[in-house]
């Protein structure tokens, strides 16, 4: 299973939302350095994601930075946040993303997301799942989804999505721990990515035992509750 450091911004700043809510955020430095750092320490894969952008409320200028610089690091970039159009997602990807991260747009305009999926395949494109008390929530998390989470994995695995980034947004930012709110059949069916409440090597040892491809951690590196140093030593990858 793949370790992956999260860079979520703000302001053109490292934040840390709790629970998704833009008004409990916490700033941790530049993402820059940042990014440079994580490059030391051998991380192969870095998850840059606009938040002011998910939420609408405008484009963060260092993200194409952060691809570009990410590019001369050696780093994978996956990058999301606000892409809800196929001019911006393609835009994202010529420009150097190995990844992009698409959310609302899978639900809301359909025709376009499979225009982009067409175009550049499953390697490609991540498709976000974001979950709050057991709905699918979109739009920077402030919109509820009536569709059942069977029904969306079922509608992504007929298009033929292979990556799905599955936030459990009432532990995100929290370090209250991990818990999956996904059914477990579904981790054979792609691969999914978790994010939320991480908190120490415990934890990833746990999404591990999920059959999870990757997880996400963003508080606990920036609070130093997982170490870095850990982290490389063991090539950014668990084992379970």
Known sequence: MFIIPAIDIVNNRVAVL???????????????????????????????IDIEAAMGIRENSIVETLIREGLDLGLKINVGGGIRSYQ????????????????????????????????YGSERVIVALDIYKGKPVIEGWRKTLSERIENI????????????????VERDGTLKGFSSNVPCLWFSSFNVIVAGGIAGMDDL?????????????????????????DLSSIGWVMKC
């Open 18 to 48: 709790y629970q998704g809510r833009i008004d409990r955020v916490k700033y941790f430095d530049d993402p820059l350095s940042w990014l440079r750092i994580f490059a030391l320490k051998n991380a192969p894969i870095v998850h840059v």
């Open 88 to 119: 911006k997602a393609s835009r994202l990807l010529e420009i150097g993303a190995d990844k992009i991260i698409i959310g609302s747009l899978v639900y809301t305009n359909t025709s376009v997301f499979k225009e982009i999926f067409r175009d």
């Open 153 to 168: 994995f079922e509608f992504l695995e007929n298009l033929g999505v292979k990556y799905v980034l599955v936030t459990n």
């Open 205 to 229: 040892k746990e999404v591990c035992k999920t059959g999870a491809w990757g997880a996400i951690i963003g508080r606990a590196i920036y609070e130093r509750k997982i170490s870095l140093d």
